[in-house]
């Protein structure tokens, strides 16, 4: 086979991989965005229950019934739990997601001064910094989330709070489990940013106080642009943290995707189907985030950059 039938080949097999995977996406997100319009705006403006499943359940539960006892049978069985529990499962995946972005932003404005300060800083806040960030990634998540929402009784201050559990605003267990997943994904994001800036080259800090820019202009204006780049794989790797840790947040009874499927396992004994499908879905968020964040590193990169 010739150079160019293989590469022709490669390119074929690429471009086809590739609308299979924005297919998949575009069904997986494609359900989410219209089960969230119709639970948001379907009751007000229809009149119709939030909770119908859009899915023919009842089609599934037949064929199920028909084919009892076959592969085929156990397939339909599973869609026929699935498309009941999708309904809270998809309300607890927005939960998933807000919990997750709020820790990935927020931890990002914690993150970005400590790794300066572990970098360029004088002894006292490196100290302070590397002690903060020591701290927090050397215990475990879920018992920082234990002591913020009982150790400190944090929710009970929340809860006093105006518009706390109204609207779109999230209840007082969701804002504390917001609080702890930043507290412990700025440590882990100080991390990678700080590796990040101590790949740039040292000269460039001097060069830019040889053209006249304070040290905080050269941090600012050359240093940080760069080793932001260099750090995105690292992000890419704890924004898939967060979001399989966000299923933590159930234990101090926030009500994501996890608690959601967990109790409605817990009425009907479905374990297995319905952890699949939570499974599933952290899988579409996952790969989904990947890909996302791929596209954000080959947008910003800069040639020969990093090379």
């Not at 119709?38 to 859009?54: E, I, K, N």
């Not at 794989?233 to 996890?258: C, D, H, M, R």
Request: cysteine-free; overall charge positive; hydrophobic content about 50%.
């Amino acid at each position: 086979m010739s150079t160019a039938s293989t590469v022709r080949g490669r390119v074929v097999e690429a471009t086809g991989g590739g609308l299979v995977r924005w297919l998949a996406f575009g069904v997986f997100w494609g359900y989410l965005t219209l089960r969230w319009l119709y639970q948001w705006v379907g009751a007000d403006l229809l009149g119709m229950d939030p909770r119908a499943p859009l899915l023919p359940v009842e089609t599934f539960r037949s064929l199920a019934a028909t084919w009892d006892g076959t592969p085929l049978g156990g397939l339909f069985s599973f869609l026929r739990v699935a498309g009941e529990a999708l309904p809270a499962a998809v309300t607890g995946t927005w939960l998933t997601i807000i919990l997750t972005i709020v820790a990935m932003a927020a931890g990002l404005v914690i993150a970005v001064p400590l790794a300066v300060a572990r970098v360029y800083g004088g002894s006292v806040t490196r100290w302070i910094a590397l002690g903060y960030t020591e701290l927090i990634r050397g215990t475990p998540l879920l018992a920082q989330l234990f002591v913020l929402y009982y150790g400190l009784s944090l929710s009970a201050t929340l809860r006093e709070l105006p518009f706390v559990g109204e609207g779109f605003v999230p209840a007082q267990a969701a804002l504390v489990a917001m609080i702890g997943f930043t507290i412990n994904s700025s440590a882990y994001q100080a991390e990678y940013i700080r590796s990040a800036l101590q790949s740039v080259e040292a000269g460039q800090l001097t060069a830019g106080r040889a053209v006249g820019l304070s040290k905080l202009q050269t941090m600012r204006r050359i240093v940080l642009p760069q080793g932001l780049r260099y750090a995105i794989p690292g992000w890419s790797n704890e924004l898939v943290y967060l979001i399989k840790y966000s299923s933590l947040a159930a234990f101090i009874t926030v009500p994501e995707l996890y608690k959601r499927t967990q109790d409605i396992a817990s009425g009907n004994f479905r374990y297995f189907e319905l952890l699949v499908l939570a499974g599933i879905i952290y899988l579409g968020l996952v790969l989904s985030a990947s890909a996302l964040m791929g596209r954000v590193e080959r947008r910003v990169a800069i040639p020969g950059l990093g090379e």
